[in-house]
């Protein structure tokens, strides 16, 4: 089951950036047309719309997936969401480049595509009209997204979402409302990085995490503007004794007229009010709390295995150990009576081989075994297919790129002077 949101994007750079991360270390699995490093896609997209009318240079679309059919911890399972993004985005943009970059890092830890496909029709040479809107369209009969994903998952074997309820957005979904470079979007990312820090297990601690970021340095050298959180509780009004969160900025180029840019969380972000960032604190003290098990576990079976090896040296320093247990266990069978043996025999029989306070527990159901076995292969073989048709998608996509560029240098070919009989 997977559901979509589409947001266009006027810098493909600053997008790609952001769901790439600073370090291209958010994506889990990426799958791009545009050789190179990370940057290529933006400067491609760029490059195809710096001389044309067009404000938006790529259109950014969000596939979620729920956990119940990909778990984000299985390398196979992200390989198998970022291959259904890529054939998302062809089944859209059959004739566009376009970038799928998976993350497992937001709310829940979902496994979720961003996908940014270059606002330009490589075989027609014009900007995309198409699926750029969530709901089907009349005017033109022009389809959205969601139809499209729909098709795509039923394609699949995969469960498609009956009725779509109106949910307050993240920020991920938010980010593209807000001007590139203004102090709401820097706001909106800073937030959002500090709530991701393993950290920000209360408010306290995401307030510490706020002012580590303020002693960072940015692009341009400089510290970054100071920001700080600050809490109030409504006196009047619906909300009257819910406590409320506001973010202030430093405003350094004078954009809000104040020394101090400020805005409500729940203007930005659903994630950034005191419910939506309940979510990631549980999820970070759930962790902590785990790897504090972890430790412990690990700790206590170094000591047993101490325990256990002193032991050992031990007893071959008394010479007392059994060097051949199979020895001993058969000389224990010699001396038990043949009736006993027999009546032990009859009970293994009995109780199905668990011994005489387990015979009373039923079997194991072989039915609910085979139909496990079958279930989990009929999955990996979807799994490959999958993967296999994901593999033909890229491949066309790429033999028509090249087939493109062939076309275009043959062009320009023909379109230049030959300059014969001109002599030196």
Known sequence: MSTTHYSPSTSAGDTERYIRGEADERGVAITCDVPGGPGAFSARA???????????EALHYRQSFSDEEFDPNSPEDVQRVNDLGYQLAKKMHPDSDCLVVTHVDGRGRKPHNHILVVNHNNRAGKALSDYRTFHDRKAGNQRGVQSANDELMREHGLSVVKRLEHAPKDWELRREDFAE???DREMGDRMS????????????????????????LGDDGKQVPRMRLHTAVSKRGKNVGKETWTLYIEDRRGESGRAERRKRTSALSADFTPEGAQAFFDYHQQQKEQGHERSARQ??????????????????????VDLDPRRRRGAERAARPAGRAAEEARGVREGHGRGDEQAHRPGVDLAAVRQHVTADRERREQAERDREHARRVRAESRREAAERRLAEFDRRGAEEPRGYGLGD
Do not use: Y
């Open 299 to 320: 700790a206590e079976a170094a000591e047993r295995a101490g325990r256990a090896a002193a032991a050992a040296r031990h007893s071959g320093d008394d010479g007392g």
């Open 181 to 183: 470079g203004s102090l």
């Open 193 to 216: 990085a500090a709530l991701a820090n393993p950290w920000s297990v209360d408010k306290p601690g995401l307030e510490s995490v706020i002012a580590e970021q303020n002693q960072q």
């Open 46 to 56: 760029r490059a195809l719309t710096q001389n044309t009318k067009r404000d938006v």
